[in-house]
């Protein structure tokens, strides 16, 4: 469920929508009203207006007795990643890194104590998690997780690992600060992150940060494998260093966007 806010400008019934949203999403699935109802603590009828709305508006898909997500939800989150102008700069140099390797790379940013993947060009190949744009993990089993938790001062990444997961079905194991803490200060230092099998089995990748004009983490992109196939040493030797050269190659151009003089002309009439 959505945060709720305490102030008088709150919307409460935009906060319910969502709740609905979110709810579908880590779903996955069509569910009924009595299950939509209750996982988002609202009332029966309160859920099937929202849920209508919702279908009106086109972003619900109403089946018999079950409702589901339509692809319309997308253009939410891809209005994010549109307006950062990240994908556009990243893709290019995502496909070059995909055809030299032959391997699936994404990029993700930190969403309380997750990760949420913001770009991905992938390959046809059978691993055992499925992933889309939207999709979130813990950061601490991931290797872009971990590049992105090893960017925050002491006091943000202690917060930070006090934040729940929201990541739909995936069990999030204790965390052990002080492991992590020493784990982040190791990647902090060679400046990349390795997560082998951790997340899932049969899945290992390796990321690393990438940067605005600041030399501030604002991404973190990787190269994944499937285990059984690709050896630590392969990833981290071959793979590795081109990785580092794509994400280099992204914050040049991302810093160069950033500091593009823009400026608004009215349409001559």
């Known amino acids: 469920m959505a945060k709720r806010g305490e102030g008088a400008d709150f919307v409460e019934a935009l906060a319910r929508g969502l709740d609905v949203i979110e709810c579908l999403g880590s779903a996955a699935r069509a569910m009924s009203l009595s299950e939509i109802a209750t996982a988002s603590d609202l009332a029966r009828p309160t859920a099937r207006r929202l849920l209508l709305t919702l279908a009106e508006l086109g972003f619900v898909r109403v089946t018999g007795g079950s409702y589901d997500l339509t692809p319309k939800v997308l253009r939410l989150g891809m209005a994010y990643v549109g307006s950062t102008g990240l994908w556009d700069v990243a893709r290019p140099h995502m496909e070059d ?109 390796v990321a690393v940060p990438v940067r605005d004009a600041s030399g501030r983490t604002v991404s973190a992109m990787n190269v994944t ?9 392969t990833l981290t030797q071959v793979y590795l260093p081109a990785l580092v050269r794509t994400a280099a190659e992204v914050s040049a151009d991302w810093a160069l966007l950033q500091g593009r003089p823009q400026s608004e002309v009215s349409a001559v009439r």
């Open 97 to 205: 890194l995909v055809r030299t390797t032959g391997e699936s790379t994404s990029m993700t940013q930190l969403d309380g104590s997750d990760i949420v993947y913001v770009a991905r060009v992938a390959v046809p190949k059978i691993i055992a998690i499925r992933v889309e744009i939207g999709t979130r993990f813990p950061a601490v089993v991931t290797s872009q997780g971990k590049v992105l938790l090893a960017a925050l001062d002491a006091d943000a990444l202690d917060t930070t690992l006090r934040i729940p997961s929201r990541a739909p079905g995936v069990a999030v194991p204790s965390v052990d600060v002080d492991r992590v803490r020493g784990q982040l200060a190791t990647i902090r230092e060679q400046g990349w992150a390795l997560a082998d099998e951790e997340l899932a089995p049969g899945v290992r990748s």
């Open 225 to 233: 494998v499937n285990a059984a196939e690709t050896s630590v040493e």
